[in-house]
């Protein structure tokens, strides 16, 4: 079965500091990658995604991510935070596969940061 | 991005007794909804998905005849647990989506706790 691993469970920065979250999977065949953004009291919302082609992925909020497969990792960063980016992030995983595309999911990095 | 509700957003009942928590898109038709649980400080588990109008599929581990799933609509999916007990206790997430393939859109998700 595949599996999402983020090492890093909680994250504390300063603003303006730069972030790299670490996220690594287990499945060896073609997958696609997540990354949810879950702000505090609020529902996931999706960051980014990669599915094919250019292996680093821009989102919304200044975040991007790259695909690397040799590593089978699919790191988040941001340059420079900001104390609204606060929240804990998800990193997930699904194989494509029409119709029953599931998700799995790391175990969450909370990311604090102080202003 | 599509709006996905859950109803009711935290519920506390008796050990015993059983609790409907409802999945609803309020903008879009969702072929596909799935059900996570969340357990505290950990990522989010997948516990079936249903597709409308047919049966749920369960995850490994999960038992169908307690977590009982309706798709009945393309709307609105239920989650009902019956005979609760504390161990049931968690945060219940629901996600829809659309076309096969398409982004899964996540609900605000529900507090039970089972006294």
């Known amino acids: 079965a595949q599996s999402v691993s983020q090492h890093n469970h909680h994250v504390i920065l300063s603003e303006a500091a730069s972030l790299e979250l670490g996220c690594n999977y287990s499945y060896g065949g073609t997958v696609n990658l997540f990354w949810y953004v879950q702000y505090p009291g609020q529902h996931l919302q999706l960051l980014l995604k990669y599915f094919s082609g250019d292996p680093l992925v821009k989102g919304i909020k200044g975040f991007e991510a790259e695909f690397i497969k040799s590593k089978f990792s699919f790191n988040l960063r941001k340059p420079s935070v900001q104390w609204s980016d606060t929240a804990e992030y998800f990193c997930a995983v699904n194989k494509p596969n029409f119709g029953n595309e599931k998700l799995t999911f790391g175990t969450g990095t909370r990311l604090t940061i102080i202003p | 991005g599509a709006v996905v509700s859950q109803h009711p957003s935290w519920v506390i009942c008796k050990s015993g007794t059983s609790v409907k928590i409802e999945c609803r898109s309020l903008?879009?038709?969702?072929?596909?909804m799935f059900w996570y649980r969340q357990f505290p400080k950990q990522s989010l588990m997948l516990m079936a998905t249903?597709?409308?109008?047919?049966?749920?599929?369960?995850e490994q581990g999960v038992e169908k005849d307690k977590f009982l799933i309706n798709h009945a609509s393309l709307t609105l999916s239920t989650l009902t647990v019956t005979s609760a007990h504390p161990e049931d206790s968690s945060f219940y997430i629901c996600?829809?989506?659309?076309?096969?393939?398409?982004?899964?859109?996540f609900g605000p998700g529900t507090r039970l706790t089972v006294l």
């Open positions: 249903s597709n409308e109008g047919s049966k749920a599929t369960y």
């Open positions: 996600s829809a989506r659309g076309l096969a393939g398409s982004e899964q859109f």
């Open positions: 903008d879009f038709q969702a072929t596909t």
